[in-house]
């Protein structure tokens, strides 16, 4: 009779299960959709592969361009995309691990080398942009990609600093310094509509910096990142452009994710609403740190850590025949205080006398509607509204050691932002793309500034009221032959408040050598406004404030 509670027997039963369980190979699902880079068409029966599996796995989409591989090892894959009479796309080492589905939306692009039985392809660049009228200085931000970068944290502002002509301005933030360019030429978009700066602690050191990004890597999706000559529906931007997409959720099972990292406790949810709907939520709250360690620290030191909170959702609603809509949002909040050096035998630069508090937040919320006219068009449109609130009081030790107002900021902008694009592809060799971009900005603005520390604070800055700011373009890509492709256009841009008007063309060439080279060259005339705050200013001749 065998006696079960026998060591030497459980150890046996043990080691058959893990290693039976060790010989399983784990797998995961990879599916999407593959449609028509300008005219956002679904394309059936695309051919998808995955060339690193062996034996090779495949599928072909169907009628709505929707795909679905299962049973796809682990690991770094190359999956390729093709389907007659469209270039090729290879997309290079994508990640599937055992936690989380693959959700791909592949675009092609249509070939206008055509022969009987014979298409021509070429195989696309994996940072080849998602805007199908980029010509140069432009490239794909990828959140996978990214995160192989040591010390990134993540942050797309610190990721980017690794493409060419790009710095940051040091290790401490993640401000974009593009060609020398400011940073407060940047311009940040969400969805297709422009967005205050999405950073933590925005704009305390410099304009157009902050912190950390207020978008987890967990909710964003592949965007586009420009660095000059940017297509013509790209307006109130000098620098660059950061079109920053949220992806779409999983519309087929739920899942969860909880972190806790160097930047604080991260929580994500995604899947389906409903069991027989194709809409999906995705959403995303990220907590600091700081905020959830400092009732440890002593009573002097916890009021005077850094603490911010994120969220961010998106809520993706297909319909049979009313088009695509989607509600996304975005809002963050930051609380910072800085303690000034009561020893003045430790001052060394001014800031050691300098103490401070501030309250920041950032809002935004929005509506997307996509519909497709046809096979060879399609009109978005986009309404939102957006904001941003800071509140700073600053004080300064004087050598009498007396506590003295130094400044004061209480700043809140908001705006409303209507803007709709219709795109048509007239043939495989023309396609135009027009649209307009229309905000009423609300400004309340209130700034004081001490020019001599010991003799009061004064009013720089006392406006309250709204204005509106206007920009229509529009733009066509040309394929001249296989290899020349040519992108015009312009951007048109009236603001109420200076009542100026800017005309800027916009005109781009490309030349492609062979396979992996390319010959690109653009001009644009750009223009970007100033923050509202610096047009209420009163200064003196000397460049102080005086009282308004």
């Known amino acids: 009779m065998i006696k079960w509670n026998n060591p030497n027997i459980i150890l046996l039963i043990l080691f058959i299960l893990f290693s039976n369980s060790y010989g399983q190979n784990i797998t995961q699902t990879v599916r999407g959709k593959v449609f028509d880079s300008d005219t956002k068409t679904p394309l059936s029966f695309a051919n998808i592969m995955i060339r690193t599996t062996n034996p090779v796995l495949g599928a072909a989409s169907d009628a709505n361009g929707v795909f679905r591989i299962d049973m796809v090892p682990i690991?770094?894959?190359?999956?390729?995309?093709?389907?007659?009479?469209y270039e090729t796309k290879v997309i290079p080492e994508i990640l599937i691990s055992s936690g989380k589905e693959v959700v791909?939306?592949?675009?092609l692009k249509e070939d206008i080398v055509k022969m009987d039985a014979v298409v021509v392809t070429a195989y696309t660049k994996k940072d080849k942009p998602?805007?199908?009228m980029a010509t140069v200085s432009a490239r794909t931000f990828s959140v996978e990609e990214g995160r192989r970068y040591a010390g990134g944290f993540d942050d797309p502002g610190r990721l980017?600093?690794?493409?060419?002509?790009v710095t940051t301005e040091n290790t401490r933030d993640n401000t974009i310094i593009i060609r020398g360019n400011s940073p407060k030429g940047l311009l940040w978009r969400l969805e297709g509509v422009e967005i205050s700066n999405p950073n933590h602690f925005a704009n305390l050191g410099t304009f157009g910096g902050g912190g950390i990004s207020a978008l987890s890597a967990l909710v964003m999706g592949n965007s586009d990142f420009f660095t000059g000559a940017f297509p013509a529906e790209y307006g109130n931007a000098m620098s660059g452009v950061f079109d920053i997409n949220l992806r779409t959720g999983n519309n087929e099972n739920h899942e969860h994710a909880v972190q806790l990292g160097t930047l604080g406790l991260d929580i994500a949810s995604e899947g389906p609403l409903g069991k027989n709907s194709s809409a999906s939520y995705l959403f995303n709250y990220r907590y600091s740190t700081m905020g959830l360690v400092k009732e440890f620290f002593p009573e002097d030191v916890k009021d005077f850590l850094p603490v911010y909170q994120d969220m961010s959702f998106k809520i993706n609603m297909p319909t049979q025949k009313a088009g695509i809509f989607s509600v996304w949002g975005l809002a963050s909040e930051d609380i910072l205080s800085e303690k000034a050096e009561t020893d003045s035998s430790l001052w060394e630069m001014a800031e050691d006398r300098e103490d401070f508090d501030v309250i920041q937040q950032v809002m935004c919320l929005g509506l997307n509607h996509c519909y497709i006219m046809g096979e060879n068009?399609?009109?978005?449109t986009s309404i939102a509204i957006t904001g941003n609130y800071m509140k700073l009081k600053g004080r300064m030790l004087g050598y009498d050691l007396k506590r003295y107002e130094k400044e004061y900021t209480d700043n809140r902008n908001y705006k409303y932002t209507l803007t709709s694009v219709y795109n048509h592809k007239f043939s495989a060799r023309h396609t135009n793309r027009t649209g307009f971009i229309l905000d009423k900005i609300h400004y309340n603005t209130l700034l004081k500034h001490a020019p001599v520390l010991e003799q009061g604070i004064i009013t720089v800055a006392d406006e309250d009221g709204s204005s509106c700011l206007l920009q229509g373009y529009s733009q066509s890509k040309f394929w001249i032959s296989k290899r020349l492709i040519l992108n015009a256009g312009f951007h048109y841009q009236h603001f109420d408040l200076s009542s100026e008007s800017v005309f800027e063309p916009r005109v781009g060439l490309s030349f492609n050598l062979r396979k992996a080279q390319t010959i690109s060259l653009a001009y644009g005339k750009h223009s970007r406004l100033e923050p509202l705050m610096l047009y209420f200013a009163k200064v003196n001749e000397n460049g102080i404030g005086h009282q308004s």
């Open 75 to 85: 690991g770094r894959h190359d999956i390729q995309v093709s389907y007659m009479g």
């Open 104 to 107: 791909l939306e592949v675009s």
């Open 130 to 132: 998602i805007n199908s």
């Open 160 to 165: 980017v600093a690794s493409f060419s002509g």
């Open 377 to 380: 068009a399609y009109l978005r």
